[in-house]
């Protein structure tokens, strides 16, 4: 059986004293694909910012949260295990970066490349790569504000795997899409199994 990468017990997450996830337990397996159902306001962001240590669980004994065998990370190591793909993200990311630059950033973990971001020749390569196989190449010298939904959210999926992580968070990964980009879209999904990449995708739509 395959190692478990993330475990969850008993974690609860209020805002303003409302619960947005009360007393929620689960497990992810390497290799497994977990999809996270209900409709807007069900607390699926929420629960994909707990697994990416965006928000903390309140504190009690049987609260446990465990990532990748660790139950404390430095974010930005943590990031290097997650690829992350959102429509908050998106919104972050609307802007005048060239899709080549959205896509390597996901090497810093970062939104787009500033001064202090310096890629390697090896990491030029690697995002050539990641581009063309997720057929983004052709969006590199457009900015992200001028690109469709469908295309900014492919950019997206390339910058979330140009550091190959082991796990996929996507959260509304193809809401706000047309038909031919959700068809697209659910072809990159069906890429990424193929690589061996755990997916956890939250949605409400099926």
């Given at each position: 059986?395959?190692?478990c990468?993330?475990?969850l017990?008993?974690?609860?997450?209020?805002?303003?004293?409302?619960?947005?996830?009360?007393?929620?337990?689960?497990?992810?397996?390497?290799?497994?694909?977990?999809?996270?159902?209900?409709?807007?306001g069900?607390?699926?962001?929420?629960?994909?910012?707990?697994l990416?240590?965006?928000?903390?669980?309140?504190?009690?004994p049987?609260?446990?949260?465990?990532?990748?065998?660790?139950a404390?990370?430095?974010v930005?190591?943590?990031?290097?295990?997650?690829?992350?793909?959102s429509?908050?993200?998106?919104?972050?990311?609307?802007?005048?970066?060239?899709?080549?630059?959205?896509?390597?950033?996901?090497?810093?973990?970062?939104?787009?490349?500033?001064?202090?971001?310096?890629?390697?020749?090896?990491?030029?390569?690697?995002?050539?790569?990641?581009?063309?196989?997720?057929?983004?190449?052709?969006?590199?010298?457009?900015?992200?504000?001028?690109?469709?939904s469908?295309?900014?959210?492919?950019?997206?999926?390339?910058?979330?795997?140009?550091?190959?992580?082991?796990?996929?968070?996507?959260?509304?990964?193809?809401?706000?899409?047309?038909?031919?980009?959700?068809?697209?879209y659910?072809?990159?999904?069906?890429?990424?199994?193929?690589?061996?990449?755990t997916?956890?995708?939250?949605?409400?739509?099926?």
């Amino acid at each position: 059986m395959d190692e478990c990468i993330i475990q969850l017990e008993h974690a609860t997450v209020r805002r303003a004293g409302v619960p947005i996830l009360d007393d929620v337990s689960f497990q992810v397996r390497r290799n497994e694909h977990v999809a996270i159902i209900g409709p807007n306001g069900a607390g699926k962001s929420t629960l994909v910012q707990l697994l990416s240590e965006e928000i903390h669980p309140l504190y009690s004994p049987q609260t446990k949260r465990i990532l990748f065998g660790k139950a404390k990370w430095e974010v930005l190591s943590l990031r290097a295990h997650l690829g992350i793909v959102s429509q908050s993200l998106q919104y972050l990311c609307n802007s005048s970066y060239k899709g080549w630059e959205i896509v390597a950033s996901g090497f810093f973990s970062s939104i787009g490349l500033d001064f202090h971001h310096h890629c390697t020749e090896q990491q030029m390569q690697k995002m050539e790569e990641v581009m063309h196989r997720y057929d983004t190449w052709h969006l590199r010298d457009k900015q992200m504000n001028r690109m469709s939904s469908g295309e900014a959210r492919r950019i997206l999926l390339a910058r979330a795997n140009v550091h190959d992580p082991q796990v996929m968070l996507l959260d509304e990964a193809v809401s706000n899409l047309d038909f031919p980009s959700r068809s697209q879209y659910r072809s990159t999904l069906e890429q990424l199994d193929r690589e061996g990449k755990t997916i956890i995708l939250a949605t409400h739509e099926l």
